[in-house]
């Protein structure tokens, strides 16, 4: 693609952003579906975030995605948010639609979808997810919003996950609940769905559970950590012979869900491999 006088700018907010795969993502997509767009990254102090969003105005940036430590406090300075980002309480994808800022959150919707590409119906199933920050709640409104039975979070400190059960239990007719106690057999023994939303095991070999841990049902073991790729999570998930969803797997969904934001394109599971195949490459 070249750039011209028609192209339209996208880009990710966020402090620090020198890492970020997502311009590989989103550029790949463009050219592949012929779109004008080029994508960016603008590293913004957490001081200067309200002249950001008011540079994208100026700007007439199309769209953005926001990450840490932005999702949050990015919603006071939008003109509209959509009703699960309100729930979720932050927000990780703008449109500029003619001026109005309207925030979306795809992190939990590109997690979902990860397992619904594994082949898993949700309905019914009940989920066990480690940790209560940001992407437990995100994480938590789609799974609602999927009709799974039963969630319980496990969080060492009691505030935060019993915010996130009140939320749940306040706008879903399914069963929530909580602990601060360490997961042991039996919990799992009770769950079909693990998941890790913390950033334990993230540059580390430090795991959230307790890997001498041998449950004695099938369980799918998911983690949102992606670097490294095998976490000792999922080694340990692997190690029992569980199915596996890797970190990678919600973050190119999530960014495929705002590319659809932006665009209306779906974009097809061919992408999503040669996306995944071109990060594989890229940490060998």
Not at 221 to 244: A, Q, R, S
Request: hydrophobic content about 35%; proline content about 3%; overall charge positive.
């Amino acid at each position: 693609m070249k750039i011209n006088s028609k192209t339209k700018t996208v880009c990710l907010l966020g402090h620090p952003i020198e890492q970020s795969f997502s311009p590989s993502i989103h550029n790949y997509l463009f050219e592949k579906y012929n779109k004008n767009y080029t994508y960016i990254c603008f590293d913004v102090n957490p001081g200067d975030l309200k002249k950001g969003i008011q540079g994208l105005r100026a700007l007439k940036i199309f769209g953005c995605n926001v990450t840490i430590p932005h999702k949050v406090d990015v919603i006071r300075y939008l003109d509209e948010v959509d009703k699960n980002a309100k729930l979720i309480g932050a927000v990780n994808t703008i449109k500029n639609e003619g001026g109005i800022l309207k925030g979306y959150n795809t992190d939990g919707k590109g997690f979902v979808k990860s397992i619904l590409d594994k082949g898993y119906d949700l309905k019914g199933k009940k989920v066990m997810i480690i940790g209560a920050g940001g992407s437990c709640r995100s994480i938590a409104v789609e799974l609602a919003s999927n009709n799974v039975e039963l969630i319980e979070i496990r969080n060492r400190s009691e505030e935060r996950a019993k915010n996130i059960t009140l939320m749940l239990n306040e706008n879903f007719d399914i069963k929530v609940q909580y602990s601060t106690k360490k997961i042991e057999t039996a919990d799992l023994d009770s769950i079909d769905i693990l998941i890790n939303t913390t950033p334990i095991g993230m540059g580390t070999s430090e795991c959230p559970i307790d890997e001498s841990i041998i449950p004695n049902k099938k369980l799918l073991v998911c983690d949102i950590v992606y670097k490294p790729h095998d976490t000792n999570f999922i080694k340990w998930g692997c190690k029992n012979g569980f199915d596996t969803i890797y970190g990678i797997d919600m973050l190119i969904n999530q960014g495929l869900e705002a590319f659809y934001i932006w665009t209306n394109i779906n974009p097809t599971k061919e992408d999503q491999n040669a996306i995944k195949k071109f990060y594989l490459d890229s940490i060998k």
